[in-house]
C-alpha cells in the first residue's frame, strides 16, 4: 500500500506541533529541522507533545526514548516514529 494517499509521519507530527504552538497563541510555519523550543515550545509543552505523538500515532513511547534528542525537532520526533511503528 503507498503511503500518498495518507498523510506521511512529517505531516502529522507539523500538525500536532502546529496545534500545540496554536494553543500558545504562536502562529508561525515549522519545517521539519526547526527547533522546537525555538520555535517557542515550552518544557511543558514538551510533556504534551509527547502524550500527543503517542495519541496520534496510537503508540506509547518508551521512557527511555522520551529524551530531548528525540523530540528536538519534527525530523527528529518522525523518525522516533518510524523506528517505533516496526
Known amino acids: 500500500m503507498s503511503d500518498c494517499a495518507t498523510p506521511s509521519a512529517v505531516d ?4 500536532v506541533v502546529q496545534r500545540l504552538l496554536a494553543e500558545r497563541s504562536i502562529k508561525r510555519a515549522v519545517n521539519p529541522e526547526d527547533d522546537l523550543r525555538e520555535a517557542g515550545l515550552t518544557s511543558m509543552d ?3 507533545l509527547v502524550l500527543a505523538i ?3 500515532f496510537d503508540l506509547m513511547i518508551p521512557e527511555a526514548s522520551i529524551t ?3 523530540f528536538r525537532s519534527v525530523a527528529a ?3 522516533l516514529v518510524g523506528a517505533l511503528r516496526h
Do not use: F, G, H, L
Open 12 to 15: 502529522r507530527v507539523i500538525a
Open 46 to 48: 514538551m510533556v504534551n
Open 54 to 56: 503517542e495519541s496520534e
Open 68 to 70: 530531548p534528542a528525540n
Open 77 to 79: 520526533i518522525s523518525s
